[in-house]
């Protein structure tokens, strides 16, 4: 029997399917909850994988079942080459067909490059924002690039890609009275809202639960202006989602935190430097970069991806007493 013949199980029986790349850990903002100010300790340039690296580790992840694949960051968008790495990826054969490939992104610079995205393959883009006032934005992602990022959300409504996603993470005391006015920033861009409980993967470790606003809060608040209507089944999907005034719009709530899907989780992370991680919250990494750069087969690489799969744990753990926050913050891994 082959490395290849079986789906990529772990010992829960979770089957996984989708793969989240990131192509960088550079970034053009500096969002509070996700890296620090200054002094950002970045990846080593020479360990970045190049696109041949990544579209190898891609195909053999494809012949182990992956079906999805999420390009994220840092930045995606900054890598150079980016409509070469999404055409090489969307034309990787799976189980079920070409590779899905979608985006995560802040939408700096999308309108330059969108067509060649949609061109390239690309089939969906999640895009990231948090507040609709230019001066909040200002403040919590360190740069003045707010008209930039809607520039951005109106070449992706144009581009006809959909469903177009927002994501905003709710922030106590950041964000936490305007989700009315983000869900009707949304709507008004023919896009689905989800928001997102803050995550204990800043730089700066200053995550507490205590200041975290939970996904039943943003629910309230926003059912306050709007009627909600839950719909659909979470099944591996981490929102829970609502008919907005009976539809066909909808919002979704991200509850990682406060309702965790981990049991549902198909998901496994490449990092830029070749590091596969089996959670966001995962200690431990496998090293792919070496073992490509020392010669190893595909086998070898399946066999890796495999051993790391068998590894997973069962839960984030984020409320254990002995929870540590990973290493290294959300930019370096890729969300
Ligand atoms: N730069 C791109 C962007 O912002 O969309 C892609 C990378 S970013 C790390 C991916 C997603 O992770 C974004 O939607 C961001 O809001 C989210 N994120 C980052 N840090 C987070 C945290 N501590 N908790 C929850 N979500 C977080
Ligand atoms: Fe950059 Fe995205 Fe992190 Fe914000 S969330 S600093 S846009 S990587």
């Known amino acids: 029997m082959s490395v290849f013949d079986a789906p990529l199980t772990d010992r829960y029986g979770r089957v996984h399917r989708d793969l989240r790349i990131s192509l960088t850990d550079k ?7 996700c890296m620090p100010a200054e002094g950002v300790p970045w990846l080593a ?15 053999v992840l494809a012949r182990l079942g992956i079906v999805e694949l999420r390009l994220t960051g840092g930045e995606p968008l900054l890598r150079p080459d980016i409509v070469d790495v999404v055409r090489r990826l969307s034309a990787i054969e799976g189980a079920e067909g070409l590779l899905r490939v979608s985006m995560t992104t802040n939408a700096i610079r999308l309108d330059r490059v969108i067509d060649d995205l949609v061109g390239a ?10 507040t609709v006032s230019p001066e909040r934005f200002a403040e919590l992602t360190r740069r ?14 144009q581009s006809g890609l959909r469903p177009l996603k927002l994501n905003a993470v709710a922030m106590r005391g950041v964000n936490d009275d305007e989700f009315c006015d983000l869900l009707r920033f949304a709507l008004s861009f023919d896009a689905e809202l989800r928001f997102i409980e803050q995550m204990p993967l800043d730089a700066g470790h200053t995550w507490s639960r205590a200041q975290m606003v939970p996904g039943e809060e943003i629910r309230e608040q926003l059912e306050r202006e709007f009627t909600l209507t839950p719909f659909g089944e979470r099944g591996s999907s981490p929102a829970e989602e609502f008919l907005v005034d009976g539809g ?20 496994v992370r490449l990092t830029a430097d070749g590091q596969l991680r089996n959670c966001l919250f995962a200690r431990t990494e496998s090293d792919l970069l ?23 744990l069962a839960g984030h753990g984020i409320d254990d007493p002995g929870f540590l926050q990973p290493e290294r913050p959300m930019s370096a891994i890729g969300g």
């Open 121 to 130: 393959g690309l089939e969906r883009l999640n895009i990231s924002l948090d």
């Open 27 to 33: 970034c053009n903002l500096r969002c509070t909850y």
């Open 144 to 157: 003045d690039r707010f008209d930039d990022v809607v520039t951005g959300i109106r070449a992706a409504q």
């Open 290 to 312: 070496t073992l490509l750069r020392t010669g190893g087969s595909d086998e070898d690489i399946a066999m890796m991806i495999r051993r790391s799969i068998a590894g997973k």
């Open 248 to 267: 066909p719009a909808t919002v979704g709530v991200i509850a990682s935190v406060s309702a965790p899907f981990c049991g549902a989780c198909d998901r």
């Open 45 to 59: 340039k020479q360990n970045i994988l190049t696109t041949d690296e990544i579209e190898r580790i891609a195909r």
